[in-house]
């Protein structure tokens, strides 16, 4: 859990992934003359901060998105959303400006009418357009793993480790998820122009809820505010169960995921959302109970091997 839990640290909020970006090259250069295929990796201009690799004869691509939740700074001490935080008086948050690093507190404001606004409490005034981002606190135990941007840097942790035994597929690191996407769109043309691939699997996180539980495998997502092609679901549930490795079906009215943006383009992917549950949602605190990060991993491993 050592790579996973460096990556949850990192600073990459949406539109600034440019470290996470660095830190994927970074480990592919280390770590790429042990995997069973060396991959063509993409970078540039052209895709702007994200990466694609590319595996051997490509039928099937996995999405997973690079960048976290957090706030930028304002003015007067104002914070602005990046994305869906959760808001307490309690957390911390952590940056960097020209004067220096910075870990601060934050002040949730209520009106009377019940609208809230948010402050930073801090010794001095941040620069406006500073970032701010949760502090990393990793906590694990035999069971559990618990630290903030679980979402979706285990999603990232699942793509890396699938890249070291993959022989055929994609891998599209992409930016700009949290605030509803971006990148998917020119992602899918290039894969889907260059080598004709249109399945996909989206390595993200969703959520513990009343049917989706802790310990009881990875979800595979039937629908959420997307609605993905119900034969292609159909094909992986029929996978899944064939491969007997632990997973459980989700059933959600919101929530999205790059799979919500893919469904959007000029191009006719197929889509599943297939990710690890976690709760206490968008905050410091996301917590995933490890036989479900491996279940996410073996359940990937075994889809791009029979999915077609």
């Not at 870990?103 to 801090?122: L, R, T, W």
């Not at 599209?172 to 080598?195: H, M």
């Not at 092609?229 to 996978?239: A, D, H, M, P, V």
Request: net charge negative; glycine share 10%; hydrophobic share 35%.
């Amino acid at each position: 859990m050592e790579l996973l839990k460096q990556m949850c640290s990192i600073h990459a909020p949406s539109g600034n992934e440019g470290n996470m970006k660095d830190f994927i090259l970074d480990y592919l250069k280390e770590n790429n003359k042990e995997f069973k295929v060396n991959p063509q990796i993409i970078q540039g201009e052209e895709i702007q901060d994200c990466i694609i690799l590319k595996f051997g004869t490509p039928k099937v691509a996995v999405f997973a998105h690079m960048d976290s939740i957090g706030f930028t700074v304002r003015y007067n001490k104002e914070l602005i959303k990046i994305g869906g935080p959760r808001t307490n008086d309690e957390f911390q948050l952590i940056g960097e400006d020209s004067q220096g690093s910075i870990e601060a507190g934050m002040m949730v404001i209520e009106d009377e009418k019940g609208n809230q606004s948010y402050e930073y409490v801090f010794d001095r005034e941040i620069e406006r357009g500073t970032e701010l981002v949760f502090k990393a606190d990793w906590r694990e135990d035999r069971n559990y793993v618990q630290c903030c941007y679980m979402d979706n840097r285990l999603g990232v942790y699942n793509a890396l480790k699938l890249a070291e035994t993959l022989e055929n597929g994609i891998i599209c690191f992409s930016c700009w998820e949290e605030v509803g996407g971006g990148s998917v769109g020119y992602l899918g043309k290039y894969i889907y122009e260059r080598w004709g691939v249109n399945n996909a699997l989206i390595s993200d996180i969703t959520w513990v809820t009343e049917g989706v539980k802790h310990g009881n495998g990875v979800a595979i997502s039937i629908r959420d505010s997307g609605l993905p092609r119900r034969s292609y679901i159909n094909k992986i549930i029929e996978l899944a169960k064939k491969s007997e490795i632990p997973f459980q079906l989700e059933v959600e009215s919101s929530g999205g995921s790059d799979g919500n943006q893919l469904q959007k383009s000029a191009y006719p992917f197929n889509w599943c959302f297939i990710g690890a549950p976690e709760n206490f949602v968008h905050s410091p605190n996301e917590k995933v109970h490890k036989r479900d990060i491996k279940a996410m991993l073996d359940l990937y491993k075994y889809l791009m091997k029979h999915l077609d």
